[in-house]
Nanobody
Framework: QVQVVESGGGLVQAGGSLRLSCVVR????????MGWYRQAPGHQRELVAG???????NYADSVKGRFTISRDNTKNTVYLQMNILKPEDTAVYYC?????????WGKGTLVTVSS
């Protein structure tokens, strides 16, 4: 059984930083792509950042230059360093992992940025 567990959300003032972590638990040999998505109230879920197993990354235009995604394959963990946070970054952030041609999702962690 594969479990995806996010942590690190919280309340922060605009201009501040947060670091999200996501660990994939279970009997896993090699996770392919991993990524962070977010969903704000009244909006669809959107891709924030993705990273392949080899480390290639992609970002939504709205977070380029402010957010950095990274991963530790030895720990089946992916991180999202979020800097210069803005109120419009407020959302539930979800971690996703692709393994054995299946996609797995966490339950999400709430990030709230106050102005």
């Amino acid at each position: 059984q594969v479990q995806v567990v996010e942590s690190g959300g919280g309340l922060v003032q605009a201009g501040g930083s947060l670091r999200l972590s996501c660990v994939v638990r279970g009997t896993i040999f090699s996770i392919n792509s991993m990524g962070w998505y977010r969903q704000a109230p009244g909006h669809q879920r959107e891709l924030v950042a993705g990273i392949t197993r080899s480390g290639d990354t992609n970002y939504a235009d709205s977070v380029k230059g402010r957010f950095t995604i990274s991963r530790d394959n030895t720990k089946n963990t992916v991180y999202l360093q979020m800097n210069i946070l803005k109120p419009e970054d407020t959302a539930v952030y979800y971690c996703s992992a692709s393994y054995n041609n299946l996609g797995y999702w966490g339950k999400g962690t709430l990030v709230t940025v106050s102005s």
